[in-house]
T-cell receptor, first 113, second 113 residues
């Protein structure tokens, strides 16, 4: 079975703090893709990153960084020096390829000024 | 902002009615996928269309159907609406077999009363 678990339903941090969003996935496929999407109140899903199963290098993009650990089936997302504009729902997702994307239930992040 | 547009933005229908939602894919993309996102949940895959044919379907009944047109735009049709069909419906466009990520539209919020 393929599944994505985001154990943190809701997180609140004060602006400028670092915050990590956890993601654990399950799949029997050897080739798959992992994603993170941001969903602001407007509803549109904003693509943040895609990582394939063969690339375990961590990635940093500005204040965002991602830690992919195949051994623990985790793909965690860290925001450094958080800002109020980072407030949103964040989804971790899994895809076996060109077919469906399987989403977690999301983590609602509140950045308090 | 992605090039994926959905219409209408909001819609209210009565139980038992039929509804059609529309999606224009991003330029250069040939695949459209539809997702249903209930309140407080992650998006759930409905189906995907490629080359004007259904290419993969999630756990949704046959009253959910779709079309893809030669210009790669797509429609989602739902017959015999039920109260539980109330949700945000998201369309995603991508390039089948390519290395690009899926881009989502802003969604159509359907309320069934």
């Amino acid at each position: 079975a393929q599944k994505v678990t985001q154990a943190q339903t809701e997180i609140s941090v004060v602006e400028k703090e670092d915050v990590t969003l956890d993601c654990v996935y399950e799949t029997r496929d050897t080739t798959y893709y992992l994603f993170w999407y941001k969903q602001p109140p407007s509803g549109e899903l904003v693509f943040l990153i895609r990582r394939n199963s063969f690339d375990e290098q961590n990635e940093i993009s500005g204040r965002y960084s991602w830690n992919f650990q195949k051994s623990t089936s985790s793909f965690n997302f860290t925001i450094t020096a958080s800002q109020v504009v980072d407030s949103a729902v964040y989804f971790c997702a899994l895809s076996p390829g060109d077919d469906k994307i399987i989403f977690g239930k999301g983590t609602r992040l509140h950045i308090l000024p | 902002e992605t090039g994926v547009t959905q219409s209408p933005t909001h819609l209210i229908k009565t139980r038992g009615q039929q509804v059609t939602l529309r999606c224009s894919s991003q330029s250069g993309h040939n695949t459209v996928s539809w997702y249903q996102q209930a309140l407080g949940q992650g998006p759930q895959f409905i189906f995907q269309y490629y080359r004007e044919e259904e290419n993969g379907r999630g756990n949704f009944p046959p009253r959910f159907s779709g079309l893809q047109f030669p210009n790669y735009s797509s429609e989602l049709n739902v017959n015999a609406l039920e109260l539980d069909d109330s949700a945000l419906y998201l369309c995603a466009s991508s390039f089948f077999g390519g290395k690009t990520e899926a881009f989502f539209g802003q969604g159509t919020r359907l309320t069934v009363v």
